[in-house]
């Protein structure tokens, strides 16, 4: 593992621990921000009013109560985008890494010339990079 890959289970422990914070971790600002909302959302479409009502700033005891009430329509909906939170921070990772590992936007297993500058796959007839418009020595571009 080089040291631009990420550990998959870790932003997926991330992602347990708090939801977006897998993508934090990953450097996916606006992944993180839309899984942040997500969740804030979703606790208040499902959650009743009255479970806010309840809570009194500094008072564990009654924040305790009000949600050990809380009725399986309220949760499972809050479990379901924790869970799928955890898979998208799990499977955004691995697909990081295999960009990393052989280079965005080059297809897995090409077998063509690659740029020194960039390591994209780079086109035969060409004598500059179009990914990334490096001039090419007859040499690199074999």
Request: one cysteine or more.
């Amino acid at each position: 593992m080089t040291s631009t890959q990420k550990r998959p289970w870790l932003a997926a422990v991330f992602a347990f621990v708090y939801p977006g914070l897998g993508h934090v971790y990953l450097r996916k600002w606006l992944r993180a921000l839309l899984w942040f909302g997500l969740t804030i959302a979703t606790a208040f479409v499902f959650i009743p009013e009255s479970t806010f009502q309840a809570v009194e700033p500094g008072n564990l005891q009654a924040a305790a109560e009000a949600t050990r009430n809380l009725g399986l329509d309220a949760v499972l909906p809050i479990l379901a985008v924790q869970a799928i939170n955890i898979i998208d921070a799990y499977w955004t990772a691995i697909r990081g890494n295999r960009t990393v590992s052989v280079g965005p936007d080059v297809p897995v297993g090409s077998n063509g010339a690659s740029c020194p500058h960039c390591g994209k796959e780079l086109e035969e007839d060409l004598d500059f990079c179009h990914w990334c418009t490096t001039q090419l020595d007859d040499d690199a571009a074999k």
